[in-house]
Nanobody, 116 residues
Framework: QVQLVESGGGLVQPGGSLRLSCAAS????????MSWYRQAPGKQRDLVATITSGGSTSYADSVKGRFTISRDNAKNTVYLQMNSLKPEDTAVYYC??????????WGQGTQVTVSS
């Protein structure tokens, strides 16, 4: 069972940037589709971005052009570069791994707060 550890969250002013990281355990990372989700208080958890094992990416409309997902298979790490942050981006951000067998794993989450 893969384990995921997120880092990089924090407080940032509107218009600022943050880079989230998600480090995965195990030797099969390159086979996983990796995603970032976020959940604001009182709201459902929503998909933000996905990167497949082949490197294809997709994004929620709300973050297109501002966020970039990437992966480094040598480091077993997926990243989420977040630029031009807005107050509505405030949420707990979760890393998700989906293996080829359909099993999904969640990280513990990292808080992102966008406020002046």
């Amino acid at each position: 069972q893969v384990q995921l550890v997120e880092s990089g969250g924090g407080l940032v002013q509107p218009g600022g940037s943050l880079r989230l990281s998600c480090a995965a355990s195990g030797s099969m990372f390159r086979l996983y589709a990796m995603s970032w989700y976020r959940q604001a208080p009182g709201k459902q958890r929503d998909l933000v971005a996905t990167i497949t094992s082949g490197g294809s990416t997709s994004y929620a409309d709300s973050v297109k052009g501002r966020f970039t997902i990437s992966r480094d298979n040598a480091k077993n790490t997926v990243y989420l570069q977040m630029n031009s942050l807005k107050p509505e981006d405030t949420a707990v951000y979760y890393c998700n791994a989906l293996n080829p067998f359909g099993t999904t794993t969640w990280g513990q989450g990292t808080q992102v707060t966008v406020s002046s």
